[in-house]
């Protein structure tokens, strides 16, 4: 057996910034994220074991941490006090808590000035990195739903918008173009190909910016991260039961959190795949998708909502094939590469997907229309 990994950080000191009311015992590093520091940490509370996750947050991926926590923390609070007020007996299973600092705010900063955050451990659930089943696909979008009901009703004033433009395709497509009018390493010849390909779509990168600029379209709080492995499933019932890493959690709209759904759950392969010919929009996991996901927001959203996600799929596909092509064609200096024109390949591979789900477009709507 491998040895256990070991502290990067002095997890005993951190706990001492929160107001644990429980003592430390030990603690050892979690998961298998990639972006924060991550410690699954043990106290003994009047004899009983107990569980917390403390996270310092990478101020290299979120420049506002601060700002990044008060919207955690509002949208935290306000979900308990939804899911109290229906009198659900879990509900402080179905939504993270921030755990204040000593201080009394949802974050702490350590003697090295990093920022961290505390959250009571969901106990008897998992998530998965690869949604093994349509029962899984549909719990999951039911969660993310359930998450942006219970957060359509978030009174005061519009969430911190941490990352400008996360997912404003209409821009990213204007990178895309900036990219290629730059072409600082001579790379736009060899990709012609895949230029036209985004170019022909251009008018529908800006279909839903320019409906939420309208007002047809209204501002939600949206997850922005809507990988299937974000939303905890429970180890008995395989429910949906908790919506996970709302580092991105900002203003948007649900067109985009539908989206990046299908763009994750619906290949079979992933997204670097090399063989084009392998990769396709699988209509029983789209399906279960939106079985799940109207399943608890259909009631609050809107009919142009609802009518765009067929739709979603392939703009939000769009949108990440064009970031790919954007670093490509930069000199690959965002997304890590791991082989030679990985982000190529990766651009190739949504453009397939895109492809696929423009072929099908009138049964991914007739599917929308019979769960609706």
């Known amino acids: 057996m491998s040895a256990p990994a070991q502290n990067k950080h002095d997890i005993a000191a951190i706990a001492k910034l929160f107001d644990m009311r429980a003592d430390f015992v030990h603690a050892h590093p979690y998961g298998s994220g990639h972006i924060n520091d991550t410690y699954c940490a043990y106290y003994d509370q009047a ?21 990044l926590m008060e919207n955690v923390q509002r949208v935290t609070e306000h979900a308990l006090n939804e899911l109290l007020k ?12 921030c755990i204040p600092s000593v201080e009394g705010t949802p974050h702490a900063i350590d ?66 173009e900036d990219a290629i009018a730059a072409d600082t390493h001579g790379r736009a010849a060899e ?14 990168a800006s279909i839903v910016v320019d409906l939420l600029e309208s007002g047809e379209l209204p501002l939600r709080v949206t997850h922005n991260d809507t990988k299937l492995n974000n939303v905890m499933l429970d180890d008995v ?8 890493d709302l580092d991105t959690t900002m203003p948007g709209s649900a067109i985009y959190d539908f989206g990046d759904m299908v763009r994750t759950a619906t290949s079979p392969v992933a997204e670097d795949e090399e063989d084009t010919s392998k990769i396709t929009m699988r209509m029983f996991m789209f399906e279960a998708l939106v079985k799940g996901y109207l399943s608890s927001a259909k009631e609050f ?65 007739a599917l929308v229309a019979k769960y609706r």
């Open 47 to 67: 004899g009983q074991r107990i569980r917390y996750i403390h996270q310092r947050l990478s101020t290299e991926a979120f420049k506002k941490p601060i700002e």
């Open 86 to 97: 229906s009198g659900d007996k879990e509900a402080r299973r179905r939504t993270l808590t």
């Open 111 to 176: 003697a090295d000035g990093n920022c961290w955050r505390t959250y009571p451990f969901i106990e008897r659930a998992r998530t998965y990195d690869t949604i093994e089943s349509e029962a899984q696909a549909m719990e999951a979008a039911r969660a993310f739903g359930e998450f942006q009901k219970l957060t359509a009703t978030l009174p005061g004033k519009p969430l911190h918008e941490t990352i400008p433009g996360f997912h404003n395709t209409k821009q990213r497509f204007q990178h895309l």
């Open 191 to 204: 990709v012609q190909k895949e230029i036209e390909w985004f170019m022909a779509r251009k008018d529908e």
């Open 237 to 244: 019932t395989g429910e949906g039961v908790c919506v996970i």
């Open 301 to 365: 959203l809107t009919d142009k909502e609802v009518s765009l996600l067929a739709f979603s799929g392939k703009l939000l596909t769009m949108e990440c094939g064009s970031r790919f092509l954007t670093d490509y064609l930069k000199g690959d200096v965002y997304f890590k590469v791991h082989k030679d024109r990985h982000n190529l390949i990766r651009t190739r591979s949504q453009m397939a997907l895109a492809e696929s789900i423009e072929a099908q477009m009138s049964e991914m709507e």
